[in-house]
């Protein structure tokens, strides 16, 4: 049986996938709690109003650092969202098959993009 016609991966391969996705959920996780502590000290040092005009400018200046954060801990929290939802994969022996073709999506992708459900090929066919 080649490597074309697997229908699932192996469980070996599959705890090997399994270790990459907790890892990288463990760095996006710390990530995040980053992102969440630098939004909760801008929120707590935001409270002075006693200065002038440059306090107007760096209030704007600090609400969109806010905003880009907020934008940057959304986008964070659906990454692990995805990662968690790859390891129930996982645990369904459906991790690494296509949604799209039902195929085996290749290992180097799925090492690039632990959380993908698409084949490169259906990603390129969706783009057309």
Do not use: W
Not at 32 to 59: F, H, M, P, Q, W
Request: net charge positive; hydrophobic share 30%; aromatic share 4%.
């Amino acid at each position: 049986m080649g490597e074309k016609e697997k229908l699932r991966y192996s469980d070996k391969e599959l705890l090997e996938f399994e270790t990459l996705i907790k890892e990288k959920l463990e760095k996006a996780q710390n990530e995040l709690n980053y992102i969440k502590d630098s939004l909760s000290r801008r929120n707590d040092t935001g409270t002075d109003n006693t200065a002038g005009s440059t306090k107007v400018l760096e209030d704007g200046a600090d609400t969109a650092e806010k905003e880009n954060l907020s934008q940057l801990a959304a986008r964070q929290q659906k990454f692990i969202s995805s990662l968690e939802n790859a390891l129930v994969r996982i645990k369904n022996d459906t991790y690494g098959i296509c949604i799209d073709t039902g195929k085996l999506i290749q290992k180097a992708r799925l090492k690039a993009v632990p959380h993908t459900m698409h084949s490169i090929e259906a990603k390129l066919a969706k783009k057309n």
